[in-house]
């Protein structure tokens, strides 16, 4: 929901709560203020009545209007002096409405008289019904006006909030523009603004520093394993060595080329994970995949296995250097983990990339397939081409999922729409 | 042949150079940016082998200023740092190749002799060691002028043999130098061993001699003798 729709909610809500318990408190005030202003009008006319007594010594005489009416009740008994709700016949319309009543009495030369004097309530009502309705007219004119004033006032306060918000959402580390400043008279978007901005120089600060890192650490690395590898190969020029220095020597060297690709792959894992690898080019994957089973044409001589291939032109834009990792890996792995007599199929399509190998192996764990150095007991790898295959795949949307079937193992890349 | 290393690393630079310093070839070498300046503007070099990094500038200007004077020399750039701005940058400057530190010294003078040839035969090249005649070009070998028909692979073992004449070069950097990295088992040496014994009966039935020798478990080595 958004801030303003909420924000518009709540007040109305509140503000219609509001309005109502004081609509119901102001109608019973108003009608309390009435009645007295009626009880009053009775008042006056029980003394007109006695003042009327004393100087004419007669009861006054008296004729019923639309909404008043006395009546004189010889009695006995003296009378308590009372206001009552009671009911009024309209004279005219013969109608009953509500009406107020003073129950009083009156002495004229020593007889007593009880007086009512009734009035009716029909004016009142309707001024209290008038009233109500002018009022109820205020609310309602009053709740569109906030209604509509939050709107305009809202949209216009928050607007450099979206602009940031915007600008959030645009924002990539990999290219070199800056998040701008929106300028504004709020003192809370104006920080918002300025801490935005500080992280993002920060983020990109952090960027070129980890870049500046990852490429210093190949090269610190480097350089020692480059040492080593050199002066194994100038050794080897300086003459004849027994059974047991060259296997001495040739583990020194399988080492080294381990140590090697190891590092390699941490590195271009790092520079994928960190999104270094920015470059683009035009490339058809069905090459690809084609020049890759040409690279291991040998050991799947060796290992008589069939190549099955399904191969449609898939051109696309993307690093080479990527796609050659992609691909590589998941055809090593699956000669790697195949069995002797078994197969490989390829198939490529615009949607989907399958790489699928017979195996003696289970299903794979599929949970911690994707994680680093997560390899079988039986693998030379580094137990990190399914995690740079799969950070390469994230890094262009396409999704890399495993699946077992029938004894078969799949890996299947789908492509995002767009690439 | 003659060659200028650049490279500031001491334990690298020596191994380069003696390497290199065969018969037939100079090699010299610099070990940072003021005095490879001072060699590339007193001499010429069939090829250059640049380091990016070093300690008092980059060999990037160095090849800048080369390609400004319009010298020829041929521009082998290695660098540690593997990141593809320096690569592209480099090629961009007109360097020949690029290659990647850790490298064997067998691939680097492979790269070496291939920029030589390059320069010096402007294409229409020929590559002769006795009677193995190589049509550089059509990727033909010829032995005593009879053609022989190799695989992709075998040519390319026999071009890495010719570029390390007299070398034991070690089945690492063989495997290396046919497969990359891509393929990392363990039986690459089987193959290694099933392309040397098809190139070597193929150069046998041409009349040729035997000049590949197994070098004590190591490697194999292309006898000069």
């Known amino acids: 929901m958004k801030l303003l729709t909420r924000y518009n909610r709540s007040t109305i809500a509140i503000t219609t709560a509001i309005m109502l318990v004081a609509a119901v408190a102001y109608y019973f005030a108003i009608t309390a203020v009435l009645s007295r202003q009626v009880d009053k009008a009775l008042e006056v006319e029980e003394h007109e009545v006695r003042d009327y007594a004393l100087l004419n010594g007669t009861l006054p005489h008296v004729f019923s209007t639309n909404h008043q009416a006395i009546l004189f009740t010889s009695v006995n008994t003296p009378q308590q002096r009372k206001f009552v709700d009671t009911v009024y016949r309209d004279l005219k319309d013969e109608e009953l409405e509500s009406a107020r009543a003073l129950y009083t009495w009156v002495k004229v030369q020593g007889k007593q008289y009880r007086v009512v004097v009734v009035q009716s309530k029909v004016e009142t009502e309707d001024l209290i019904k008038v009233i109500f309705l002018i009022t109820l007219g205020l609310i309602v004119a009053l709740l569109a006006a906030l209604f509509f004033l939050n709107r305009i006032i809202l949209s216009n306060i928050w607007k450099p909030f979206y602009k940031i918000l915007e600008q959030l959402k645009a924002f990539n580390l990999a290219e070199n523009s800056s998040v701008k400043t929106v300028p504004s008279g709020i003192d809370e978007f104006r920080e918002l603004d300025s801490a935005v901005n500080l992280m993002a120089d920060r983020v990109k600060d952090d960027y070129q520093a980890l870049k500046a890192f990852t490429e210093n650490a190949s090269h610190e690395l480097m350089t020692p394993i480059s040492v080593i590898n050199s002066k194994l190969d100038t050794f080897v020029q300086t003459g004849e060595f027994t059974d047991t220095q060259s296997r001495l020597l040739n583990d020194m060297y399988a080492s080294v080329t381990r140590l090697t690709r190891l590092n390699k792959s941490m590195l271009l894992l790092a520079k994928i994970e960190n999104r270094l690898i920015a470059d683009k080019q035009d490339l058809n994957l069905k090459i690809l995949v084609e020049e890759a089973l040409n690279q291991f044409e040998e050991p799947i001589i060796a290992r008589e296995i069939t190549i099955e291939s399904h191969l449609d032109d898939k051109p696309m834009k993307a690093s080479l250097l990527l796609m050659e990792v992609l691909i590589s890996n998941l055809i090593s792995n699956a000669l790697r983990h195949n069995k002797p007599g078994g197969f490989i199929s390829t198939e490529l399509n615009h949607l989907k990339l399958q790489v699928s190998n017979s195996s003696n192996a289970d299903k794979l764990n599929t949970e911690n397939l994707f994680r680093r150095f997560q390899k079988s007991a039986s693998s030379e790898g580094s137990g990190l081409g399914l995690t740079i295959s799969k950070q390469i795949c994230d890094m262009y949307g396409f999704n890399l999922a495993y699946m077992h079937l029938n004894g078969v193992h799949h890996f299947i890349i789908t492509f995002a729409p767009t690439a | ?225």
């Open chain 2, 1 to 225: 042949m003659k060659l200028l290393v650049i490279e500031d690393e001491a334990g690298l630079r020596e191994s380069m150079e003696e390497y290199f310093n065969e018969e037939g070839s100079i090699c010299e070498t610099a070990f940072d940016f003021s005095s490879a300046m001072g060699k590339v503007n007193l001499y010429r070099y069939d090829c250059i082998v640049l380091d990016i990094t070093l300690p008092d500038g980059s060999g990037l200007d160095i090849l800048k200023h080369l390609k400004h004077e319009q010298h020829t020399d041929g521009i082998l750039i290695i660098s540690a740092k593997n990141s593809l701005d320096d690569r592209l940058n480099g090629l961009d400057l007109g360097a020949d190749d690029y290659l990647t530190k850790p490298f064997h010294l067998s691939e680097l003078r492979a790269r070496v002799a291939a920029i030589v040839r390059r320069k010096s035969f402007d294409g229409n090249n020929h590559l002769r060691f006795k009677e193995i005649d190589i049509e550089l070009s059509a990727k033909e070998v010829q032995i005593n002028d009879v053609a022989i028909k190799l695989t992709p692979k075998e040519y390319a073992l026999l071009l890495y043999f010719l570029a390390n004449k007299g070398k034991v070069v070690s089945k690492n950097a063989i495997a290396e130098h046919l497969w990359g990295d891509s393929v990392d088992m363990a039986d690459n040496f089987d193959f290694i061993y099933s392309h040397i014994k098809n190139l070597r009966k193929k150069m046998l039935e041409a009349g040729g001699n035997d000049y590949i020798q197994a070098a004590y478990g190591m490697g194999y080595k292309f006898t000069t003798a």
